[in-house]
């Protein structure tokens, strides 16, 4: 009976949900089922393909996840956190699903508890259901509507403002939002519920930031940050049950991600660690950064502070300390690490959550017919979901004149799956590349995304010698040419090493390194253009002669595998 009154009591919130995460979910399974689909699947949420490729691996059997993309480095120590992969990868064999259709699957299952998960912490935050009802599709589907430009954009030219909601991309920050939202609504229970069965709430708080140290690196530290700043509230307020209980929480969670920070340690060690580290942006650094829109948003908090009850007060003024402090670490540490990543996935759905509050406490205080109250809510959480049901809508249109395009990589696609080994590495275009680990079990040479796994510069910037040969840059004329060409030997080889540092410009690598590189590309001929490609695992050369007629691979006297009507040769490396 208890589950049944508690199944009506948030009735509203799961249908909420549902609806979200059916906006979220379904524009690549609607285009699975249009006439426009030939075999070839839709992977356009920022980077989805590298993220896809991690589950892939767990298809193919690599559960350490060393490495996704180069098959000679599977044995590697992992960087990227592989508990969100494993979950997918797992559920969706178990289930007897594809990889594509795990991570189809697990995005509506992932993004609807998300999405309950807000809807119950506000909830909770604010003592109002319409809190929490708005704050579920307004941080999933509206954040965007916080940045004035992108509103601009929107209304004055929608198809350029038109990316699919990051809350579809699988893994990050899909997986790890929903472990960030659980974790606050059972701390919350856990920090306010002091009976005896807080300490249930206590154990799965521990265990969600524990599962969270294998997730994302952002994910867990804004949690002890946050932690932290709240410890120091209740200090300040002498509450020192409270105390023990955020510090005993944070504590059993270091416990349990005491292995993966001994991994850290190891890893940390690796010949390759340091030069692998700052292509993520991980720099030396002491600069100050600061959030308008944060700034904004705890100035109206130190207006109407007085609205609201003495839990969640203090809980906003611990978030807001902690929105500051996470990206300004680099102050203390010296260590910049791309903490945007805080601003865009912790800092702002908090905030939201604190408009939210705000909004829901202000019509209340403003409007005395609960009628009226209730319409309002009402029409703040359809404007929500209809930007949702708009800007993925805007996505689909903007995309599907070139996902129609990629359906003539279909049978190449198929063939590599049916045809050649696992684990064999193919030498193909930029944009194949891009997506051969994700939709097959084969390999590549050089993948964009690949560079944030342990990998050496030398190996990169050998994969952007062999492009340039193929593409006809002239040995005589190199030097030039790579001159012109710094920002993309930049994101090739160092990815965000240069972005983040004051006074140096994106392609400002050091000179020795460019001399090198001129060397090393004025050193290649069509004499030695298979053993060069040869240094590093090659099973198979696709040559995409529709796209990239420059490549003349015919003139390397490879024997042919199969060659199909869209224009790709796929050739054997023997």
């Keep these: 009976?208890?589950?049944?009154?508690?199944?009506?009591?948030?009735?509203?919130?799961?249908?909420?949900?549902?609806?979200?995460?059916?906006?979220?979910?379904?524009?690549?399974?609607?285009?699975?089922?249009?006439?426009?689909?030939?075999?070839?699947?839709?992977?356009?949420?920022?980077?989805?393909?590298?993220?896809?490729?991690?589950?892939?691996?767990?298809?193919?059997?690599?559960?350490?996840?060393?490495?996704?993309?180069?098959?000679?480095?599977?044995?590697?120590?992992?960087?990227?956190?592989?508990?969100?992969?494993?979950?997918?990868?797992?559920?969706?064999?178990?289930?007897?699903?594809?990889?594509?259709?795990?991570?189809?699957?697990?995005?509506?299952?992932?993004?609807?508890?998300?999405a309950f998960f807000i809807y119950l912490f506000t909830r909770e935050l604010a003592s109002n259901k319409w809190a929490g009802l708005i704050a579920a599709p307004f941080v999933m589907l509206g954040y965007s509507l916080l940045d004035p430009s992108y509103i601009l954009e929107f209304f004055r030219d929608p198809s350029r403002a038109a990316?699919?909601?990051?809350?579809?991309?699988?893994?990050?920050?899909?997986?790890?939002?929903?472990?960030?939202?659980?974790?606050?609504?059972?701390?919350?229970?856990?920090?306010?519920?002091?009976?005896?069965?807080?300490?249930?709430?206590?154990?799965?708080?521990?265990?969600?930031?524990?599962?969270?140290?294998?997730?994302?690196?952002?994910?867990?530290?804004?949690?002890?940050?946050?932690?932290?700043?709240?410890?120091?509230?209740y200090i300040s307020q002498k509450d020192w049950t409270r105390v023990k209980r955020i510090v005993g929480i944070s504590a059993g969670a270091a416990i349990l991600g005491l292995p993966y920070l001994l991994h850290v340690l190891d890893v940390s060690r690796h010949p390759w660690y340091a030069e692998s580290a700052r292509r993520f942006g991980f720099v030396a650094l002491r600069v100050p950064n600061v959030s308008r829109m944060i700034v904004a948003i705890t100035i109206l908090f130190i207006v109407v502070r007085k609205w609201f009850a003495r839990p969640s007060r203090l809980f906003f003024i611990a978030f807001f300390s902690t929105a500051f402090f996470v990206v300004n670490e680099q102050l203390i540490t010296g260590q910049y690490v791309f903490n945007h990543h805080y601003h865009w996935y912790y800092s702002t759905p908090l905030a939201i959550v604190f408009l939210s509050v705000t909004a829901v406490t202000l019509i209340d205080r403003a409007i005395r017919k609960e009628r009226w109250q209730r319409e309002i809510c009402l029409v703040l959480v359809l404007l929500f979901l209809s930007h949702g049901v708009a800007r993925q809508v805007n996505a689909y249109k903007t995309v599907l004149g070139e996902m129609k395009r990629e359906q003539r990589y279909a049978a190449l696609f198929s063939w590599l799956n049916q045809n050649t080994p696992k684990d064999t590495t193919v030498f193909a275009s930029e944009k194949i590349s891009n997506y051969l680990p994700a939709l097959t079990h084969n390999n590549v040479y050089y993948h964009g995304t690949g560079i944030y796994t342990l990998v050496p510069d030398e190996r990169l910037s050998h994969g952007y010698l062999l492009y340039n040969y193929l593409d006809g840059v002239a040995t005589s004329s190199a030097r030039e040419f790579m001159d012109r060409d710094r920002g993309h030997i930049s994101a090739f080889v160092f990815g965000y090493t240069y972005s983040f540092i004051p006074g140096v410009c994106y392609g400002c690598f050091p000179d020795q390194f460019f001399d090198q590189l001129v060397a090393r590309y004025q050193s290649i001929t069509d004499d030695r253009f298979i053993a060069e490609l040869k240094k590093y695992q090659v099973d198979y050369i696709v040559w995409d002669r529709q796209a990239n007629p420059t490549w003349r691979v015919d003139r390397f006297g490879l024997p042919i595998a199969v060659e199909f009507n869209s224009g790709q040769v796929v050739y054997e490396v023997k």
Excluded: C
């Design 163 to 233: 990316d699919f909601i990051d809350y579809g991309r699988p893994v990050n920050p899909q997986f790890s939002s929903l472990l960030f939202f659980a974790y606050l609504f059972f701390f919350w229970r856990a920090l306010h519920r002091l009976d005896k069965s807080s300490w249930r709430y206590a154990l799965v708080s521990v265990l969600i930031l524990g599962a969270s140290f294998y997730t994302y690196l952002f994910t867990w530290t804004f949690i002890l940050s946050l932690n932290g700043f709240l410890s120091l509230v």
């Design 1 to 114: 009976m208890r589950k049944l009154d508690l199944l009506k009591e948030h009735a509203t919130g799961i249908i909420i949900a549902v609806v979200v995460g059916l906006i979220i979910a379904l524009p690549p399974i609607v285009f699975r089922w249009s006439s426009d689909y030939q075999g070839f699947d839709m992977l356009k949420t920022n980077t989805e393909a590298h993220y896809v490729a991690q589950v892939q691996e767990v298809y193919d059997g690599h559960l350490a996840l060393g490495n996704p993309f180069f098959a000679d480095l599977k044995n590697e120590p992992y960087l990227f956190p592989p508990i969100g992969p494993l979950v997918i990868g797992l559920i969706g064999r178990f289930l007897g699903l594809g990889a594509i259709e795990a991570v189809m699957l697990l995005r509506f299952v992932i993004t609807s508890a998300m």
